[in-house]
């Protein structure tokens, strides 16, 4: 009967920590991004380009360079047992206390177990405080705040794929576009034809504060798509970003066409109910480029 009984091993043993790499968008580093964009001379890369795909893929990888250059990463280690209450300050008053243990002070073991009492008390505090203020403000943030005190967190549902990736993703690739597969083109030829030649090209102009105020409402929660440029710098660098921008947009509507990478998207398969039995399981999330959706705006 001692056999049977069931052995207890805590969350944080049972489930091994996530290394996230992030970057840090502060006034500092927002502000370096602006002035490198805002000292660009974009008149260089529209001389040396001879065609819309080729500027904007300049653009795009003269965008993502500055990027790289300005805003810096640090890595982030998530363990399954974090609360969203605890502080920087938290953790360093605990391993003060991992240090009196070790070296045996039992004076500054105790001394530093009140201390870590005092400060869990302060950071709960100061966390449901926050959560209050953003029920008037934000309650999206709230909402989480709440569901994160309360412990009911959704779980996230990985994708356990058996065998090879690659055919995993030719299989799904073959389930989302079993209805794409007659051609259009010749019924649609004659309606293009049609309003290319109704159609008047001057009104269709955009102006450069246009794609500013386009890009300052964008959310920073939006995934970018295959294009790489997030909406933080889309955000915050609206005002460097427009000319080229609007420049690009009035070059397509003249030509009738977009870059590829702006028709292009990425497709993100997300369970529809767990556990994923079938590919049919899987629901598929388009991520096009934000840049994208603002022209279409």
């Known amino acids: ?39 660009t001379d974009w008149g260089v890369f529209v001389d040396s380009c001879e065609d819309l795909e080729e500027l904007n893929d300049v653009v795009n990888h003269y965008i993502q360079f500055c990027e790289d ?22 953790t360093d008053a605990v391993s003060r206390k991992n240090k009196a243990f070790r070296s045996g002070n039992k ?76 051609n259009f083109k010749k019924e649609t030829k004659n309606v293009l034809e049609s309003i290319f030649e109704e159609r008047d090209d001057e009104c269709f102009r955009v102006c450069e504060k246009e794609v500013e105020n386009e890009f300052r409402c964008i959310k920073l929660k939006k995934s970018c798509g295959p294009d790489g440029i997030s909406a933080y ?10 000319e080229i921008f609007a420049f690009m947009f009035n070059w397509s509507l003249k030509q009738h066409c977009l870059p590829k990478i702006w028709k292009t998207s990425d497709i993100i398969p997300i369970p529809k109910r767990t556990p994923v039995n079938e590919l049919n399981d899987l629901r598929p999330v388009a991520l096009t480029p934000i840049v994208t959706k603002c022209l279409k705006n």
């Not at 580093?29 to 602006?34: E, T, W």
């Not at 201390?115 to 709960?124: A, G, H, L, P, T």
Request: net charge positive.
């Open 233 to 242: 710098v889309l955000k915050y660098c609206g005002k460097e970003l427009c």
């Open 69 to 90: 250059l300005t805003i810096p990463k640090k890595t982030i280690t998530c363990y399954p047992n974090s609360k969203p209450w605890i502080t920087r300050k938290l």
């Open 1 to 39: 009967m001692i056999q049977l009984i069931p052995k207890y091993r805590s969350v944080l043993k049972s489930v091994k920590p996530v290394h996230k790499t992030a970057k840090i968008y502060n006034e500092e580093s927002i502000g370096a991004l602006q002035a490198c964009l805002d000292c």
């Open 107 to 182: 004076e500054e073991l105790k001394e530093a177990s009140k201390s870590i009492n005092i400060i869990v008390k302060e950071c709960k505090k100061n966390y449901k405080e926050k959560v209050e203020r953003n029920i008037k403000t934000n309650t999206r943030a709230a909402w989480e705040g709440m569901k994160a005190m309360s412990g009911c967190r959704s779980k996230k549902v990985g994708i356990d794929v058996e065998g090879y990736p690659n055919k995993y993703a030719n299989d799904l690739n073959k389930i989302y576009a079993r209805f794409d597969v007659h």
